[in-house]
């Protein structure tokens, strides 16, 4: 079975830093781009970042550039996002996605909360 | 790079079709073949039912469908069922590698 397992979550204070991290299964991860949406409370998804297979290609939203950094360990099988200079804004809950070709983002993890209070 | 503009909300009676707007430019929508629809239910993490545009992935419906034209994509749901209420997002390729969705739309099945 294919999963997408994130952790790391939690309440911090704004200026602060988080580490989220996404354990995969099911599928080999090495194979495949991966991605971090966020969805702030009532409101809609937001793309934050994506990285290739090997590290070379890494994007993201002009919100976090800068201050997030996406990585992964293929051979840990797993997703990171460092995050810092936090602010209330990034308060949300955070998605890790599996890119599969030419599908799109297919498969997507629980999420994981990330509260930043002022 | 904007969100993508989509109706807040649209709704359906049992049976009938609805069909949700999404509207970029031609550095996203209009741009690129990679669209993609989510269905999103309360609490719950968001499920891919249409990508590049048209197609469906295994297991989804043939009742949802998707189209493009210029820089407008389009997701149609026929014979709406109850369980079809559920926000729905569209999501594309942008330039510079960058992505971007929708603002949503909530579906209220009637």
């Known amino acids: 079975e294919v999963q997408l397992v994130e952790s790391g979550g939690g309440l911090v204070q704004a200026g602060g830093s988080l580490r989220l991290s996404c354990e995969v299964s099911?599928?080999?991860?090495?194979?495949?781009?991966m991605t971090w949406v966020r969805q702030a409370p009532g409101k809609g998804l937001e793309w934050v970042a994506n990285?290739?297979?090997?590290?070379?290609?890494?994007f993201y939203v002009g919100s976090v550039k800068g201050r997030f950094t996406i990585s992964r360990d293929n051979a840990k099988s797993s997703l990171y996002l460092q995050m810092n200079s936090l602010t209330v804004e990034d308060t949300a809950v955070y998605y890790c996605?599996?890119?599969?070709?030419?599908?799109?983002?297919?498969?997507w993890g629980q999420g994981t909360t990330v509260t930043v209070s002022s | 790079q904007s969100a993508l503009t989509q109706p807040a909300s649209v709704s359906g009676s049992p049976g009938q079709s609805i069909t949700i707007s999404c509207t970029g430019t031609s550095s996203d929508v209009g741009g690129y073949n990679y669209v993609s629809w989510f269905q999103q239910h309360p609490g719950k993490a968001p499920k891919l039912i249409i990508y590049?545009?048209?197609n469906r992935p295994s297991g989804v419906s043939n009742r949802f469908s998707g189209s493009k034209s210029g820089n407008t994509a389009s997701l149609t749901i026929s014979g709406l069922q109850a369980e079809d209420e559920a926000d729905y997002y569209c999501f594309s390729h942008a330039t510079s590698g960058i992505r971007v969705f929708g603002g949503g739309t909530k579906l209220t099945v009637l």
């Open positions: 990285m290739n297979q090997d590290e070379s290609a890494k």
């Open positions: 996605v599996r890119e599969g070709l030419p599908v799109g983002m297919d498969v």
């Open positions: 590049e545009v048209s």
């Open positions: 099911g599928f080999t991860f090495s194979h495949y781009w």
